[in-house]
């Protein structure tokens, strides 16, 4: 009974969740400041988590504890400013989006959707094309966030989508191919 429902402290979602619910997560291992605290959670860590709460349909809620003198620890300044980083060339994969439409988590990444748009968010970049499996409609574009004027091939037969992607990641952590659906 409520407004919405909170997954444990940093609590990955098993699969996709109907309803407003959220995963809370610190970073570190306190919800308040402490001073003997320095295990620090990394980048790729709370990148994953974003990317994994949000393909699933969660808020991520993200806890910062000040000091006493309301001073945000340098460590969290540090990472919060990488993961705004990260928003700002991959943001529209996060902001505003649904679950993905796998049912389960493709070996590859994750998947976000808005409207006709769908968002690929790859932990690995692949080495060889990348195959796409289940998707009804017609793909009419595939690019690069972060990497706009990147060339994507693609051709699709069925429900299958290869996509041939650059050699080199745009992102060191997750990578973001935005496909727009006919």
Not at 9 to 18: F, K, L, S
Not at 49 to 63: D, E, I, P, R, T
Request: glycine share 10%; hydrophobic share 40%.
């Amino acid at each position: 009974v409520g407004d919405y429902g909170s997954l444990g402290d940093n609590e990955h979602p098993a699969g996709n969740v109907t309803g407003a619910w959220e995963t809370p997560a610190t970073l570190n291992d306190t919800w308040g400041f402490k001073t003997d605290d320095h295990n620090w959670k990394s980048l790729e860590y709370l990148l994953y988590l974003l990317v994994n709460c949000a393909s699933k349909g969660v808020n991520y809620l993200l806890n910062v504890g000040p000091t006493a003198e309301g001073v945000i620890p340098q460590p969290s300044v540090d990472v919060l400013k990488q993961v705004g980083e990260w928003l700002d060339r991959n943001g529209e994969a996060i902001y505003g989006t649904v679950a993905g439409p796998f049912l389960t988590d493709p070996d590859w990444g994750r998947a976000t959707a808005k409207g006709n748009t769908r968002y690929l968010l790859l932990k690995e970049w692949p080495t060889t094309d990348l195959s796409i499996y289940g998707l009804k409609n017609r793909v009419t574009e595939a690019l690069i966030l972060g990497k706009p004027d990147a060339t994507v091939e693609l051709s699709q037969a069925g429900d299958l989508l290869s996509l041939r992607l650059p050699v080199d990641a745009p992102e060191e952590i997750v990578s973001v191919i935005a496909l727009t659906l006919d």
